[in-house]
């Protein structure tokens, strides 16, 4: 692998970020899969570094999971996209962030559609004020929140209480990213790092001290692929994908891996359970899984946010073998308490795979 | 084991790195000619029973250098030779065949 | 005439005695494994043809006419016919007349096996009587005979084509030693004779040569060294006759009552087919008959190194070759001993084993109920111009039929029968036998030769009369259903392998090809056909492989000067188009452009 | 008075047409951009179908042209339409008055890097036939290592690719591809070498008999179907991924050298001289003939004339022939205007 010519293509896939003042959009699933993260998200960012994020709790769906399993038309998704982009309007902001990577290709594909063809703009801003008699500017600037947590790594690395460095062996940790298929395969110069060698999550990693995993199967999709889950027929093939790239990244033996979809970190975490209870296989050290992140739990680790409250306990695969290699403390006695620290009981364990 | 009403399914990539084709470079050295074939499809057109079976000498031969099965086809061959009169590139299909149905198991 | 020796022995006839019973314990051997594996019934009709006076006269005469007069070579090189007879039958008269000499003159001897061999050693001149002048002198005469023989053969080996044989198999070592021994044996028994005759007497050729060496050599010491020489030679040949060509001298005579025993081939390593292997005398006719030893390639292919393979049991090379033939037949028409060159190597390719079965492509035509059913076959498909000028000849001459194959996708099942695959054959062949005898039609009309030749030797179609095009036409001209006139140009016609040496029919083809065009021969016809080179029956020949050979049948063809080439096989047809220069057609083409 | 021309490019075209030009008894003037003659030929190897080694052939092309002005390192600044023809303003500040002017600069390799997903410049072992031709000439390259197990080339890189800007077929890549695919199992006669093509493009003289003897001779493999994407495997090795459309099912195999068949685009250069000169572009991105049957060498303007790959890819036979009938067609072209 040559890093420079990485490095030459990152440079060509540069997006402008701007610093501050930005329209935060919630993820419908990610509040379900992993309710700590968004949370995480707003604590950095107002509380750490100090950012202006407007939230307004009257946004609603993109519409992104019934258009990709093809329920609802394009022109529908673009409307409530446009309600969206009318309540950022409407709260004077111009820099739109959402928290789904789906929600940001739909975001990206919709303002790239409406440049192409703005007659359908304006038929979606003529539906949106038939609908509800609502007016929108577009978004000057459309990032994704990795995006931003990739413009403020080295902000957060200065506020670092761990790296992701091995304590022991001072080596730096493994680290397998893997991005939302949604995120630039479909425009590329819309991501950071383009399609082929995205750098969002890789420039985290660096900074934070870990080492980027390049495996064969990187670019492959985690497995979702909405239809292929989302009908149980298909669900072999959505578990075939994703035992592929575990298949491959195994001989790198990563001590975890950074995502920064909604549905990724959810299947590759869950799908780990199904591998095992099928096959009997497990790809982490000692019969444990590969532990599985967010982007904004890594970073909550890496200021030091205790792992309970940041929903670590959430995770089917345990994620206490990479809290050790970091160095991080936990109790492990509080792993299933409650935030009024009531007893919320132990899950059952499954048969085939190691967990706390 | 947890049945969870679906399971992993099987791949259908052709890993050549992997892919065993000893079936194949032995019967190259049987019939060298086989090599020569640049997948016209003319032996699949004229095969005699072709129409009933899917007979093809271009997929049999495809076949076994990427893991196959091609014995249902191979079982079907009447040997008659028409696809040895229109190939162009002269490949010795009635050899190819009878070899095969020696080698392969 | 005296008995000279009391004991009527000497040491030099054990050489010969120990050859003698080599040889005749090692055929009678062979000759009771043969029998034994015969089936039960291939054994019983083999003994019964033996008491039979028909068939007891006619081995007698094949034996005679074959195995010492050679008739078949005579007819194809006079010297080659010459030198084979004068040898073989030179020798035969040597030795009939040596055991008569015995009998007549020392008859208390003739129990004494080796006698009428070294005769002239062990008696002495008496006096001289007309019957042992004429006696003397007609083995002198013999003798002399075997001599021309001998010296042609060796002639042969520096001038070969006066024979009409360009090409031999390469002798083996033990081969040489065979020939240099027979060559040796004659020349000594006259040396040997020569120098006894002052004792002996003798005639023409021993009298004066004894004379003559007296007059440098002497005889008295010489006499016995070349008594010893001789039998040692004979000794010699006698040895490694078994494991030579020379082998075909018994085994002939054994291939000739089984062959008119009408006794098969059945297995191309046991029982018969080990006779025929035997008996190839490896004249190498066969070698120059075949049509893949065109510019000198393929010639270890040929059927006398089949043979030769075949006593070797070397396995690698009998299936190469078995592979390779064309199945032409050519070898086999010219073979004098009648070895079944292509019927071996069908036999030999059964015997391979295959790990995918086969099964039959099942079909579900429905033919059509008509008197006549047509079936063009395969190559006829690729070929369509046969197919449509049948077709055309048929509607002119209103003949009520239907095909049986109007788009393709039925074969007879000859090239998997000639791939050895007879079982897998055998199951096609049921299968068209129910279809064609479901159709209800009166007559099978066939225009591929190969076909043809397995519907009338493979099939049973009890109230379906076959028949191949070719007289089918000749009758609707006969019987004045078309007409024909006959154009300018001049055919040469190839006889199709299948149809010529595999069906026998020769002059039908020329008779309807002469009705509507002019005929031309060429160098090599009827049974000396060459092969287009675009035989089914090889296995193993390549494309490039088979671009000579037709290039050499065509420039056989061309020989004629004709104008056009016809031939009446669909694969001919394709092969010759391939490389020909001038037109090539089908026989039913020429006819239906000429019908008036 | 002996009348100017000017030739545009030292490249083969640029050579040939100097070298008739010159022996018609014009003054004839080269202008090459680069600081050596002989163009993309120069640093090839071999040339198909006879292996013909390139240097003595560029030696004998620039022999032959003594008494050619040549300016190496030089671009036109500025082209301007005069009564006697064109002036020409050269980046070495020498400005010529031509009678006629031959264009002949040839085209540009595609970037490979731009296909970001076959990874140039970012795999250890990637490289493009350009390259390969440098190692057969002796350069050494890292990328190729001492006993590679499995090569691969893939054909149509940046050409047919609509969104590489490229739609031309570059016409030669596939014969390229053959003869490299030959020339590495003549150097590694254990490795596999696959083919990866969409089709194979084999027009020219004696072209299918390399794609027979690559078969039959050598066992090259080929594959029908685009490679997609490639990645490094653990061990450094290329993990390349295509669909084997003969039939149907997706394909993978491990590389330990992956050559990229980067193919010919249009030579950026022309733009800027098509704007100076009044030229028309063709909608394929080419300089634009009178016409492209009967005068592909003729421009649409009085004097200005093409010869080689600034009209389309070319193979070197056509773009040498291309030369000599340029030359012949100045001179015509100026006995008229006398």
Redesign the interface.
């Known amino acids: 692998m040559i890093k420079d010519g990485k490095q030459k293509i990152w440079a060509d896939y540069q997006k402008e970020i701007p610093d501050d003042h930005w329209y935060y959009v919630r993820s419908c699933i990610r509040q379900n899969f992993f309710p700590a993260s968004e949370k995480m998200f707003l604590e950095i960012t107002r509380n750490v570094l100090g950012k202006d994020i407007y939230e307004t709790p009257h946004h609603t769906t993109c519409g992104g999971i019934a258009y990709h399993a093809d329920t609802i038309p394009q022109e529908t998704a673009m409307t409530m996209i446009a309600r969206q982009f009318a309540l950022m309007t409407e709260a004077g902001y111009e820099n739109y962030c959402p928290s789904c990577i789906t929600s940001f290709g739909n975001y990206v594909e919709t303002l790239e559609t409406w440049r192409e063809f703005p007659e359908l703009e304006a038929k979606i801003r003529e539906n949106l004020w038939k609908a509800c008699k609502r007016e929108f500017n577009k978004p000057k600037y459309l990032a994704h929140t990795s995006d931003l947590i990739y413009h403020w790594r080295d902000e957060i690395r200065k506020k670092a209480k761990h790296l992701l460095i091995n304590k022991e062996t001072g080596e730096p940790l493994r680290i397998v990213e893997h991005i939302g298929c949604h995120y630039s395969k479909m425009f590329p110069h819309k991501g950071v790092g383009g399609a082929e060698y995205p750098y969002v999550l890789a420039g985290m990693v660096e900074s934070w001290g870990g080492q980027v995993i390049d495996y064969p199967e990187r670019r492959h999709c985690c497995g979702f692929g909405f239809r292929q889950y989302l009908v149980k027929a298909n669900r072999g093939y959505s578990v075939s994908n994703t035992h592929k790239k575990f298949e491959s990244m195994e001989p790198y033996k990563p001590d975890a891996i950074i995502t920064n979809c909604p549905g990724c970190p959810y299947f590759l975490d869950r799908w780990q359970y199904v591998i095992a209870e099928q096959t009997g296989k497990t790809y982490g050290e000692n019969g444990y899984g590969i532990p599985v992140f967010t982007y904004e739990e890594i970073a909550g680790l890496v200021l030091g946010y205790d792992p309970w409250d940041l929903g670590l306990q959430l995770h089917q695969v345990a994620v206490e073998p990479l809290l050790n290699k970091m160095g991080v403390e936990y109790d492990p006695k509080a792993k299933y308490l409650g935030l009024n620290k009531e007893d919320l009981m132990r899950p059952e364990m499954p048969n085939s795979i190691k967990c706390c | 084991?947890?049945d969870?009403?679906?399971?992993?399914?099987k791949?259908?990539?052709?890993?050549?790195?992997t892919l065993d084709r000893s079936r194949y470079d032995q019967l190259?050295k049987l019939v060298?000619?086989a090599?020569?074939?640049?997948?016209c499809g003319s032996c699949g057109a004229?095969c005699?029973?072709g129409?009933?079976?899917g007979?093809s000498v271009r997929k049999v031969l495809?076949?076994i250098?990427?893991g196959?099965d091609v014995?249902a086809m191979?079982?079907?061959?009447?040997?008659?030779?028409?696809c040895?009169?229109?190939?162009p590139?002269?490949?010795?299909t009635?050899?190819l065949i009878?070899n095969?149905?020696?080698?392969?198991? | 005439m005296i008995d000279r020796i009391p004991s009527g022995f000497h040491p030099f006839v054990i050489p010969f005695l120990v050859g003698m019973a080599f040889v005749l314990l090692y055929c009678g051997f062979a000759l009771l494994r043969i029998i034994h594996q015969l089936s039960w019934q291939d054994r019983k009709k083999f003994f019964l043809s033996l008491i039979t006076p028909t068939t007891i006269y006619k081995n007698i005469r094949d034996i005679f006419a074959n195995c010492l007069l050679h008739i078949p070579l005579w007819k194809r090189n006079k010297l080659f016919g010459y030198m084979h007879s004068s040898i073989a039958f030179g020798w035969f008269m040597l030795i009939v007349l040596g055991h008569l000499e015995v009998i007549l003159f020392v008859p208390g001897r003739i129990n004494l096996f080796y006698y009428p061999i070294f005769f002239n050693y062990f008696v002495a001149e008496a006096d001289e009587t007309i019957r042992g002048s004429l006696l003397f002198f007609l083995m002198d005469f013999f003798l002399l005979i075997v001599m021309s023989g001998i010296a042609m053969a060796m002639f042969r080996r520096i001038k070969n084509h006066v024979f009409g044989v360009k090409r031999m198999a390469r002798p083996t070592f033990l081969n040489l030693v065979g020939l240099y021994s027979l060559w040796a044996i004659f020349p000594l028994r006259w040396l040997a004779e020569s120098f006894t005759a002052h004792i002996s007497g003798g005639s023409f050729m021993t009298i004066p040569a004894n004379w003559l060496f007296r007059q440098f050599l002497g005889n008295e010491l010489n006499m016995l060294p070349t008594w010893w020489a001789y039998s040692f030679a004979l000794c010699i040949f006698m040895c490694v006759l078994p494991f030579t060509r020379y082998m075909h001298i018994p085994a002939e005579m054994l291939l000739i009552p089984m062959r008119n025993a009408g006794l098969k081939v059945r297995n191309s390593r046991k029982g018969f087919a080990k006779v025929e292997v035997f008996a190839c005398p490896n004249c190498g006719v066969c070698i120059d008959a075949c049509p893949m030893t065109v510019d000198n390639g393929n010639v270890k292919d040929c059927t006398v190194y089949l043979t030769r393979q075949l006593r070797r049991n070397n396995e690698e090379r009998i299936q190469e070759i078995s592979d390779k033939c064309l199945l032409c037949g050519k070898c086999e028409a010219l073979c004098q001993v009648g070895v079944e060159g292509p019927g071996l190597r069908i036999l030999e390719r059964a015997r391979r084993d295959y790990a995918v079965p086969f099964t039959y492509p099942a079909t579900d035509k429905a033919i059509e109920s008509r008197k006549v059913l047509y079936f063009a076959g395969c190559m006829t498909h690729l070929t369509p111009s046969i197919g449509r000028s049948v077709e055309a000849i048929l509607k002119k001459a209103g003949v009520d039929f239907t095909w049986l194959d109007p788009q393709g996708g039925l074969c007879c099942g000859r090239p998997m029968f000639t791939a050895g695959r007879i079982a897998e054959a055998k199951s096609i062949v049921a299968n068209m036998e129910r279809l064609i005898l479901e159709s209800g039609c009166d007559t099978l009309l066939v225009s591929c030769p190969i076909c043809y030749k397995m519907f009338r030797e493979n099939y049973n179609l009890p109230g379906v009369q076959v028949t191949n095009y070719i007289p089918f036409i000749n009758e609707l001209i006969d019987s004045h259903k078309i007409r024909v006139e006959k154009s300018d140009i001049c055919y040469v016609y190839h006889d199709p392998c299948e149809l010529g040496r595999g069906c026998g029919m020769y002059n039908e083809p020329r008779q309807l090809l002469g009705r509507s065009a002019g005929i031309a021969e060429s160098a090599h016809n009827r049974e000396e056909s060459i092969c287009c080179g675009g035989s089914l029956g090889s296995l193993s020949l390549d494309f490039a492989q088979r671009e000579n050979m037709t290039k050499a049948a065509l420039n056989d063809l061309y020989t004629s000067n004709a104008d056009a080439v016809a031939t009446a096989c669909p694969l001919c047809l394709a092969t010759f188009a391939r490389y020909a220069d001038r037109p090539v057609k089908d026989i039913a083409e020429i006819v239906n452009n000429q019908i008036i | 008075m002996k009348q100017n021309i000017v030739i545009i490019g030292g490249g083969i075209a640029g050579l040939e047409a100097a070298k008739q030009i010159h022996n018609l008894g014009y003054q004839t003037f080269l202008v090459e951009k680069s600081d050596h003659l002989g163009g993309h030929v120069a640093s090839w190897h071999r040339l198909f179908p006879d292996m013909i080694a390139t240097k003595p052939l560029i030696k004998d092309m620039i022999s032959a042209i003594k008494g050619v002005t040549v300016f190496l390192e030089t671009q036109v600044n500025d082209v301007e339409g005069v009564r006697e023809g064109y002036r020409l303003s050269l980046s070495n500040g020498i400005n010529i008055t031509a009678q006629a002017v031959l264009v002949a600069s040839g085209f540009q390799l595609f970037e490979a890097q731009r296909k970001e997903e076959y990874g140039y410049g970012i795999y250890d072992h990637v490289i493009t036939n350009a390259d390969l031709e440098a190692w057969m000439n002796g350069n050494k390259d890292q990328r190729i290592p001492a006993a590679p197990k499995a090569i691969g080339f893939v054909h149509c890189v940046g050409s047919r690719d609509l969104k590489a800007g490229n739609s031309q077929c570059s016409k030669v890549c596939c014969m390229t591809a053959i003869k490299q695919a030959i020339e590495m199992k003549e150097r590694f006669p254990n490795a596999e070498v696959y083919c990866f093509y969409m089709d194979l493009r084999l027009f020219g003289k004696k072209y299918e008999d390399f794609y027979i003897n690559a078969q039959r001779d050598f066992g090259i493999h080929f594959v029908r179907g685009r490679v997609s994407e490639v990645s490094e495997t653990i061990d450094g090795r290329l993990q390349v991924k295509a669909e084997d459309t003969l039939i149907g099912r997706p394909l993978k195999v491990q590389l330990d050298t992956l050559v990229l068949m980067s193919g010919m685009c249009c030579n950026p250069l022309i733009q800027k001289l098509a704007e100076q000169a009044r030229l028309e572009i063709d909608s394929d991105g080419f300089l634009k003939s009178r016409d492209n049957i009967t005068n592909i060498i003729e421009s649409g303007r009085e004097g200005i004339f093409f010869a080689g790959a600034c009209t389309g890819t070319k193979t070197v036979p056509e773009t040498v022939a291309e030369a000599r009938a340029a030359a012949l067609s100045i001179h015509n072209y100026l006995l008229q205007n006398d």
Request: aromatic fraction near 8%; charged fraction near 20%; charge should be positive.
């Open positions: 084991m947890i969870f009403g679906f399971t992993l399914s791949s259908s990539t052709v890993d050549l790195t190259i060298p000619t090599r020569m074939c640049m997948n004229t005699t029973v129409e009933y079976k007979m495809y076949g250098q990427r196959e014995k191979l079982s079907s061959c009447m040997l008659c030779g028409k040895t009169m229109v190939c590139r002269g490949i010795n009635r050899n009878l095969l149905c020696k080698i392969y198991d």
